[in-house]
C-alpha cells in the first residue's frame, strides 16, 4: 500500500513537470510568433505570403535626432532688468527669437532656388493701432541674368496655406515696402528676377552700361572672383546719422537672427554662419545716393568691398560668374524698433542697443577714455548744426562756461569731422546736448549710466526719440521747448525742420544746470548740489 501510494506521488511529480514544460514551450513558441507578426507586414489573404523572416528580436529603434535651437551672440544675453513685455519683445533677444519663428518657405518643389523670409510681429502703429510685419529674406541657388542685369532665381512661388497664415506668415509679393524706396518688394523690383510666370515682377529696360566697364570694385574683369553671397542693399540716404545707423544695426540684427536658424535645405547648418561667410560676402548697392562717412560699416558684416548693381551687371565676366549664390535682403531701417514710440512704456533696458553701439566701437578700435578724476572738470558737448541752430548759442555757452568753471564747455560740428573721431567724443562726454535733430543719435555710444542728455526742441515738436535712447543708456535726460524763429533764408518756411529755435536765457540755464548738477553725484564727483565752481 505505502508502495503503491508512493508510485503515485511519483507519477504526479512527473506529470506535472510535464505540463510544466509543455507551458513553457507553449508561451515560447507564441512569444516568437509574436516578434514575427511585429516584423511582417501585414497582407491580405490572397496576397502570398511575407517571406521568413529572422528569428531573433529586431534591433531598438534609433534615437530620434534632436535639432537644438542654435543661440545668439553672447552680447544679447546681459543681465535682463525687470520691465514690461513690450519692452522686451523689441530691444532683447526676445525680439531676434519672434522673426526667427516667423520663418516661411516660398519656393515649391520643382523650384532649383529657394526664398526663405522671416517676419517681426513686434511693430504695432501706435496713430492707428495696426499691426505690422517687418521681413527679412533670404534667397538660394542664385545666379544672375545678363539680359535683365539681376539676379536669377528659379523660384515656382507657392501660395501659402490658411495654417501658415493664422501663424503670422506674409506671401512674398504682400511684404510691406517703405519710404525712401526701401524694403524687400522694392530690393525685388529692383534686383531679383523670379522665373516664375504666374508672379512675374515687371522688368524695365536691359542691363545697365558703365563708361567704362571694364572696372568693378577696383578688379579688372577677367579676374572676377564671385563671392558666395551678396547682401542687396536699397538704402534711405547717405549722410543723417540717424537713418545711416539704424539700418546698418537692422542689418547686423538680420545677420544675427540668419545665424541663429537653421536651414533645413543645408543639414540644419545656419542660413548664415559669419565666422565662415562673411569674408566671401559682398554688399550690392541699389540705389544712387553717395558713398556717405558711414559706408565702411557695411563691411562688419559683408567684408568684400561694397558694389554696385549697374558696376556688377556691365562686367559679363562677373555676371557669368555668379553661380548658386546666396542674397540677402535685409530689415530695413525704417523698422527698427528704436523708430517705435516705446517712451511711454519705459524700456529702460536694451541689448540690441548696447551690442551694436560695442560692435561698431570695435571696428573703428574706439577706446574708453582714461577714467575721471575728481579735480577734473565735467564735459559738456553742444551739437553744433549747420542749420535748426540754438539762437545766440555762443554768447549762451560762454555765459555757461563762466557760471560753471568747473565744467569744460564745447560746441562741435560733427559733420566736420571722421566717424570714428565723432565716436571718441561722444565717449568721453559727460553731458550731451543740442537741438533736436540726427546728432543726439551720438547718445548710443555714450558711457552707460555716467552722463547726460539735454535735448532742445521746437515748440511744436514734442518726439520722444532722444528720451528713450538715454533711458536705454542709463542716462539722464533733460529736455525744453523753444520758440520756432522763421528761417532766414526763406521766410516763408513752415517745416520746422529748417527753423532755428529760441530759448530765453534764463530757461537755457536752468536746462543746463540741472543737467550739471545731475553728474556732481556720478564718479569721482562728489559735490553739492549748489556749486557752481
Partial sequence: MALALKMTRQAKRAVFVAL???AVFVYLFHLDVYHRSRDTPWAAPSAPSAPPQPTSSPLPPPEPVVVTPLSAPLGYYSLSLAQRPYCNARFSVEYLEDIRRHEASYCGPSSRSSMT???????????????QVDSLCVGQGVSMDPALGKFSLHCAVRELTADEREKGLVPLFNLRPYWYETGPPKVFE????????AHKLEHEGSAPQLDDPKS???GDV????APSAFLLLKREGDGNVWHCLLEIMSTYM???VLGMSRDPLRDNKPYFNSSEEA???QVVILDDWSNGPFFDLWTLFARRPPIRLKELAANPAAMKAVKDAKIIVPLTGSSNPLWQRSEVRGCTHAPTVSVFSQRVRDHFKVQDPAPQRKEDRIRLTFVDRRSRR???QTELFQELARRHPHVEVKLIDFEGMPFPEQIRVARETEILAGVHGAGLTHTMFMREAAGAVVEIQHEEVNVETFRVLAHQRYLSYFRAHGKALPNPKNPDEKDWHWKDVELEPERFFALMDAAIKSIHSIHPWNLDVDRTS
Avoid: I
Fill in 390 to 392: 540754438l539762437h545766440n
Fill in 117 to 131: 523670409c522671416f517676419h517681426s510681429h513686434s511693430r504695432v502703429n501706435d496713430d492707428n493701432n495696426e499691426h
Fill in 190 to 197: 529692383a534686383a531679383v528676377d523670379f522665373h516664375n510666370d
Fill in 222 to 225: 577677367a579676374e572676377y572672383d
Fill in 216 to 218: 568693378v570694385g577696383g
Fill in 20 to 22: 510544466f514544460l509543455l
Fill in 279 to 281: 569674408a566671401n560676402t
Fill in 254 to 256: 538680420t545677420f544675427d
